[in-house]
């Protein structure tokens, strides 16, 4: 595959998310081709943007890692040089703003270019199609795009930042980076969904992500950057669940368990499963913790417990004598604040437990089971579908017909 095909096929992967374009100059910054045909950039993009002086200083300076440059209007380009390829080439992916606030900044500075009225309409027109990207996912665009046709890896740390206005540089970058704010209350409306136990924090979730993929560190391969993003996560949601009511107790076992388990998953693929599985988890036990909230202190700390150790042996006298009632004292009243008895109790935590398990741990039938200690094959699927309505195989199948 030449480096037209790659491209080509880079601009289709990036158009299922974001309508950005690409132009294609010689080393001299003659215009080659463009996918971008609208009125205002159709033509001559570097020069309209004003950035054609500033590649030319930087060529001369003989740097070939990608540039992030902002234009005086905050537009945002991607500079990538194929400085391998011969002859060489200059490739400029954009235009795209890094935050809802950036369109109308521009709208103001439109108004003092001096252009005619009807030029400004027709250009804020277009510019309204402009896709507001975060930074996070234009640095990694540019990383991609120079491997694409320098087959050369580097980091995001290595591309330098630029501007067409008078101002420093690094104002530029300050001013990409308080888009943080925005990610900030991306995440604090995911985490608050985890924390109502809500079951529509999936949503709140993709929303975070477009906003930012990520630590921006590099450590390792692919699967050591997944792993450190989702150990993140984890933490947020284990503080978080701690904020909306759950037992800290818990939700730092919990926060210990998935960690121990996400260090051992090899693929991405793998990891993703495992945190589709956390986050189900955690909101689940916080949507049963309020549930919990008219329950008196001694059983809610039964109900933490038998949620902990669920994969363990638990008798009546454990739970009566960390209660500091008798077995028959205990019993009664667990059914009365919980309308369930206790083997009743724990054999629905184990059935949810087993439906998060079959959801996407990778474990097989045989392993749940065993791990939640229900002694035979046959006793855990009998126990299952009578709880569920499906057997544990077909409960497993249905979730994967669904997806």
Not at 79 to 105: C, H, M, N
Not at 352 to 367: V, W
Request: proline letters at 3%; charged letters at 25%.
């Amino acid at each position: 595959m030449n480096i037209d095909e790659k491209l080509a096929l880079y601009l289709d992967i990036l158009h299922c998310s974001h309508p950005i374009h690409l132009w294609e100059y010689t080393e001299d910054l003659e215009l080659i081709q463009s996918d971008y045909s609208k009125i205002q950039f159709g033509g001559d993009l570097l020069s309209e943007m004003k950035i054609k002086d500033l590649l030319r200083d930087n060529t001369h300076a003989g740097t070939h890692k990608p540039l992030f440059v902002e234009n005086r209007l905050g537009l945002i380009f991607i500079i990538a040089y194929a400085y391998k390829q011969i002859p060489e080439r200059v490739y400029v992916l954009g235009p795209a703003f890094t935050g809802a606030d950036s369109l109308t900044s521009f709208n103001e500075l439109l108004q003092t270019t001096g252009l005619p009225f009807t030029d400004q309409r027709y250009t804020l027109d277009e510019i309204k199609a402009t896709p507001i990207i975060s930074s996070a996912n234009l640095l990694q665009y540019a990383v991609t795009l120079h491997y694409l046709i320098n087959n050369e890896h580097i980091s995001v740390n290595e591309i330098e930042f630029r501007s067409t206005s008078e101002r420093d540089p690094k104002e530029t970058l300050d001013r990409i980076t308080s888009e943080h704010r925005g990610i900030y209350e991306g995440e604090q409306s995911f985490l608050k969904l985890i924390k109502e136990g809500n079951p529509d924090y999936a949503k709140g979730l993709q929303k975070m992500l477009r906003l930012s993929s990520g630590m921006r560190v590099e450590k390792g391969n692919t699967v050591r950057n997944a792993k450190n993003n989702l150990l993140v996560l984890l933490t947020l949601v284990s503080r978080a669940s701690i904020e909306g009511g759950l037992d800290p107790a818990i939700s730092y076992n919990l926060n210990d368990y998935y960690a121990n388990r996400l260090e051992k998953c090899q693929s991405v693929a793998e990891a993703a499963r495992l945190s589709q599985e956390m986050l189900e988890d955690y909101t689940q036990r916080n949507r049963i913790q309020r549930k919990k909230d008219g329950i008196s202190r001694p059983v809610k700390a039964a109900c933490d417990y038998i949620s902990i150790h669920i994969d363990e042996p638990i008798t009546i006298s454990d739970l009566a004598r960390n209660a500091g009632y008798t077995d028959y004292y205990f019993s009664r009243r667990f059914k009365e604040e919980t309308g369930l008895s206790v083997s009743e109790y724990i054999r629905n935590a184990k059935i949810e437990r087993a439906k998060l398990l079959l959801l996407d741990s990778g474990l097989s039938i045989n392993e749940i089971y065993e791990e939640l200690g229900f002694g035979t094959r046959n006793n855990f699927f009998q126990t299952f579908k009578k709880a569920t309505g499906v057997s544990p195989s077909e409960f497993r199948k249905g979730i994967k017909k669904k997806e």
